[in-house]
């Protein structure tokens, strides 16, 4: 079964350039999870979905933040402008919604602002 | 005070010891406790889940939560030198939202 799938694996950009991650779910999990992890730091949750609604999306800076997920499976998360703080590896994660203390991730998107 | 503290090492031991790592937690209204492993690199990878208090055992790890000192451990017996990552605690109500801890890094050594 494959797992979950994150692209790309690192992206370097300059500040105030827009970047863009995407995630794609393991197959039958209908809860999607965007997370950001700073070094040396454990994940934080930035917006959760059941299938297209965003259930959860108190963490989400939406001055900049911006997230999609069209269908109930693909999702896209935005950022718009990037900030040197934004530096992180922004993590992707799936669950079947009645096991969400089960969740599998993905390798992550390690974004450097410079 | 964060809602998990857990202290970050590093952990250096030699191959074939006993690890214990260990994390606490404030929010009395915890209910899973799950233990994830991250590679350098890589995502984390769930590795145990307990519901409530108890122990739980899978091969070579056991987890066990006391919630009655907000407390729980990971233990990993026989450590080998794969073992070697970084070992984050992750815990959740019934809302599905997992807080994890700082995590812990653990380098076995040959």
């Known amino acids: 079964e494959a797992g979950v799938v994150q692209s790309p694996r690192y992206k370097i950009i300059e500040k105030k350039q827009p970047v863009a991650f995407w995630c794609n779910p393991i197959?039958?999990?209908?809860?999607l999870y965007w997370y950001r992890q700073n070094l040396g730091q454990g994940p934080e949750l930035l917006i959760r979905?059941?299938?297209?609604?965003?259930?959860?999306d108190s963490q989400l800076p939406k001055d900049r933040f911006s997230a999609e997920r069209l269908k109930g499976v693909d999702s896209t998360l935005k950022i718009q402008p990037a900030e040197l703080g934004d530096s992180a590896v922004y993590l992707c994660a799936s669950s079947s919604q009645d096991r969400a203390y089960e969740q599998y991730f993905g390798p992550g998107t390690r974004l450097t602002v410079t | 005070q964060k809602e998990v503290e857990q202290d970050p090492g590093p952990l250096s031991v030699p191959e074939g010891a006993i690890v214990s790592l260990n994390c606490t937690y404030s929010n009395s209204a915890f209910q899973y406790f799950m233990w994830y492993r991250q590679y350098s690199r890589k995502g984390p990878e769930l590795l145990m889940y307990?519901?409530?208090?108890g122990n739980k055992e899978d091969g070579r790890f056991t987890a066990q939560v006391d919630k009655s000192s907000k407390y729980i451990s990971l233990f990993i017996r026989d450590s080998q030198p794969s073992d070697s990552a970084t070992y984050l605690c992750a815990m959740s109500a019934s809302t599905g939202k997992l807080i994890f801890g700082q995590g812990t890094t653990l380098q076995v050594k040959p």
């Open positions: 979905y059941e299938n297209e609604e965003a259930v959860d």
């Open positions: 197959s039958g999990h209908n809860t």
């Open positions: 307990t519901y409530s208090s």
